[in-house]
């Protein structure tokens, strides 16, 4: 059964730094590696939205405008693991962060994560 599993979470000060990480368990190596991995958010009252991607193929990211400069997404494929490194974190960075798995039509989520940026 493929399962992904973030960890990392909690509650920061404004400005500091954490780094999520998304476990996934059921796949081999080369099939992870196959996937394109997101992170996703949603706050309080918003809808879900798109944070950081990173390609199955030549590893190209991409990020929400907003976000460029402070979150950055990697992976490592040895691990079945996908990262999301939040610096300078500010009090709209308070959201359930979700990881996302996807090629095709095959698309997994994770369970999310608690990130709160708070004083």
């Known amino acids: 059964q493929v399962q992904f599993v973030e960890s990392g979470g909690g509650l920061v000060q404004p400005g500091g730094s954490l780094r999520l990480s998304c476990a996934a368990s059921g796949f081999t190596v080369t099939t992870f590696s196959m996937y394109t991995m997101s992170w996703y958010r949603q706050a309080p009252g918003k809808e879900r939205e798109l944070v950081a991607t990173?390609?199955?193929?030549?590893?190209?990211?991409n990020y929400a405008d907003a976000l460029k400069g402070r979150f950055t997404i990697s992976r490592d494929n040895g691990k079945n693991t996908v990262y999301l490194q939040m610096n300078s974190l500010k009090r709209e960075d308070t959201a359930i962060y979700y990881c996302?798995?996807?090629?095709?039509?095959?698309?997994?989520w994770g369970q999310g994560t608690q990130v709160t940026v708070s004083s």
């Open positions: 990173e390609s199955s193929v030549g590893g190209s990211t």
């Open positions: 996302n798995a996807h090629r095709g039509r095959s698309e997994y």
